[in-house]
């Protein structure tokens, strides 16, 4: 029964380390802010992972609580100063981040994007079905965005008009 409970098991430990770092996570995120887990970008994803990653290492006792909360941080801070010279440098913007990408243009799938995004016709229909949506008609745009999800804009009224400053920044071809 080791494999269930194990009397050397740092259980005592492990409550207190999962305690000190939800601290951590919290005092941190309320100095750095809201951004601190957005995933508006590849880079904001793969900190976002590796955060958890650090924090399983922490509370597995692979490593102290100060050595994971200086790790937590520092990542963290390193978001911090990413965002801010991202607003403030556009090429830098540019370099980091991928701009989000036209798969569909009104009822007009978009092949030539699909094949360089890697996606799937199946795919995309999949989160047409996922959004409601019952005819291409209804479909006024589908965005393969900067963090890869797929956004579907579309309306039940074919009157209506999409706001050109919803595809500020879309690339219509790759």
Not at 37 to 42: G, I
Not at 138 to 154: D, F, K, M, N, R
């Amino acid at each position: 029964m080791e494999w269930i409970y194990n009397i050397k098991d740092p259980l005592w430990e492990t409550l207190v380390g999962s305690s000190l770092i939800f601290l951590v996570i919290i005092v941190l995120t309320r100095l750095i802010g809201l951004r601190s887990f957005a995933k508006f970008t590849a880079y904001d994803f793969a900190f976002t992972v590796a955060i958890g990653s650090i924090i399983s290492s922490t509370l597995t006792s692979s490593t102290t609580i100060a050595h994971g909360a200086v790790a937590i941080a520092s990542l963290l801070l390193l978001t911090l100063i990413f965002s801010t010279l991202q607003r403030k440098y556009k090429w830098l913007n540019n370099a980091i981040s991928n701009r989000p990408l036209l798969l569909m243009d009104k009822d007009e799938i978009l092949y030539d994007n699909l094949s360089y995004a890697r996606i799937d016709k199946g795919q995309l229909i999949a989160k047409l079905r996922e959004a409601n949506v019952l005819e291409f008609s209804q479909v006024q745009a589908v965005v393969l965005e900067s963090t890869g999800a797929i956004s579907v804009l579309h309306s039940n009224d074919s009157q209506e008009k999409l706001s050109k400053a919803l595809l500020e920044g879309v690339r219509r071809h790759p």
